[in-house]
């Protein structure tokens, strides 16, 4: 798929990874709209990269009616979706027993509605919309669709097992997606990233990081947000990629803590 000029949907993409992909679909000329909450964020993102680049629209993406609303602000907006990024997601942590007693049925809910059914919400939604494009470039393609799991899916910490039971839901949704799709000439991938360095590590100590890196076997680092973006744009511009779910996690295998 040739970039320039496309329409993106990036959901999380007011902050992190979701912030990284946003900034690198820019450089390559697309049209990109953030769904998200933080209004704060989503509002100054706008201001420094332009209205004429993104637009931003505040959603939930565990609401149906949300999404449509935002989906359908997109199409009067830009015409068309081709690029849909999902990385909306929470990770609270909760041993399934523990000191504080079983985890709480609720928050376990909460987790799923969001990460999981919240990333099939938004891709069911924006398939629609992609089956109406015309083919791109010379082919049948009409569309990509990114989803964001985490090598949690894989191997889960203690405290993780809400978390790695939705991203794991999420890799398993690729394959059957991607096939599901396949008639309307849109792709479905899944990134699974590792110890990646968003905000949420800066409210950790130098220690507490180190530690964290040490455990990549090569690079020896933290990755970057920026590494994930650049991911997203190879798997939007390669037409051959399809039903896979990549790792980008410098080799790491987590350990049970």
């Known amino acids: ?7 993106a949907v990036v959901t999380g993409g007011a902050s992190g990874l979701g912030e990284a992909t946003v900034r690198a679909y820019v450089d390559k000329l ?12 989503g509002a100054a993102l706008v201001d420094e990269l332009g209205a004429e680049n993104i637009s931003f629209h505040p959603v939930d993406v565990t609401s149906e009616e949300s999404v449509k609303n935002a989906i359908d602000e997109v199409m009067t907006q830009y015409g068309a979706i081709h690029i849909c990024n999902n990385f909306a997601g929470i990770g609270p942590a909760m041993k399934t027993f523990g000191k504080k007693g079983p985890h709480t ?3 376990f809910k909460k987790v ?47 405290g993780q097992v809400a978390y790695s039971a939705t ?3 999420i890799v398993g949704m690729t394959l059957p997606m991607a096939r599901d799709l396949a008639s309307i000439g849109v792709r479905v991938n899944t990134i699974a990233p590792g110890l990646i360095h968003t905000p949420l590590f800066d ?11 040490s455990s990549v076997v090569y690079p020896q680092r933290l990755g970057k947000p920026s590494e994930v973006a650049h991911l997203a744009v190879f798997i939007a511009e390669n037409d051959y990629m399809n039903g896979e779910t990549i790792r980008v996690d410098g080799a790491i295998r987590m350990q049970p803590r």
């Not at 798929?1 to 329409?7: A, F, P, T």
């Not at 998200?36 to 964020?41: G, I, K, P, Q, S």
């Not at 409210?203 to 530690?211: L, P, Q, Y």
Request: charged content about 25%.
């Open 167 to 169: 991203k794991g839901g």
């Open 105 to 107: 049925l609720d928050l």
């Open 30 to 41: 697309v049209k990109v709209a953030i769904f998200d909450m933080d209004e704060v964020r």
């Open 203 to 213: 409210t950790f100590s130098d220690e507490v990081v180190e530690s964290l890196a």
């Open 112 to 158: 799923v509605e969001v990460n999981l059914i919240g990333t099939f919400n938004v891709a069911r939604l924006v398939a629609e919309q992609m089956s109406k494009n015309e083919p791109m470039d010379d082919s049948t393609c009409r569309g990509a669709i990114i989803n964001t799991a985490s090598v949690a899916a894989y191997e889960g910490q203690m």
């Open 1 to 7: 798929m040739n970039l320039s000029g496309k329409i």
